[in-house]
């Protein structure tokens, strides 16, 4: 997917073709989801992020800005130095097989929201709605489904759907157990 693994000397710039990238991220590679791939890199440029752990917060965009060959279709993309920073002093990952075997956005976005939580607990199905994107009166069923589905994959340890929302006990990562491990020390 990158080329010429540059990333290695200057992790703040990469080359890609959106091809490589759609299929890397389990897409299919036609038209819409070429069109949906650059939509979402524009947004990543646009948007700000809030990020906090327990001992730095991070505000920002995730990339400065970039271009992309319209022939060629190869993007090459400036990625914020601050925000790189943070992933190499090992921030949040997702386990990426357990990200392949999702097959619904909902499901996805939940699995990347709740992997940069330890201990999740209880979340209202408005909030939940809001992170997943979703609206429209089967929004519960959908949120549940997706539970479910992270459950299957071995993301979620259990989860139980009420009134008030939904409680999750996922899986730690072995980064999750350090951090909880160092916090009762």
């Known amino acids: 997917m990158l080329i ?12 890609f073709t959106a091809h490589g990238l759609l299929k890397a991220l389990g897409r299919a590679t036609g038209k819409k989801n070429y069109d949906w791939l650059h939509t979402v890199i ?6 700000t992020v809030d990020i906090a752990d327990h001992q730095t917060r991070y505000f920002g965009h995730l990339i400065d800005g970039g271009k992309r060959d319209e022939i060629t279709k190869i993007y090459h993309i400036r990625l914020n130095a601050d925000f790189v920073n943070l992933f190499r002093a090992a921030w949040s990952s997702l386990d990426i097989n357990q990200r ?6 909902t499901a996805k976005a939940l699995h990347a929201y709740y992997s940069s939580h330890v201990n999740p607990g209880l979340h209202s199905f408005d909030t939940l709605a809001g992170i997943a994107g979703i609206v429209g009166k089967n929004r519960n069923a959908t949120i549940r489904k997706a539970h479910q589905e992270l459950e ?3 993301f979620l340890l259990t989860w139980e759907a009420t009134k008030e929302g939904v409680r999750v006990k996922a899986i730690l990562t072995p980064g999750q157990a350090h951090t909880i491990t160092k916090q009762t020390k």
């Not at 524009?42 to 948007?47: D, F, P, Q, V, Y």
Request: hydrophobic share 30%.
């Open 152 to 154: 299957n994959v071995g």
């Open 42 to 47: 524009i947004r990543l440029t646009a948007g």
């Open 100 to 105: 392949r075997s999702l097959k619904s956005d």
């Open 4 to 15: 010429n693994n540059q990333m290695r000397d200057n992790p703040t710039e990469a080359a």
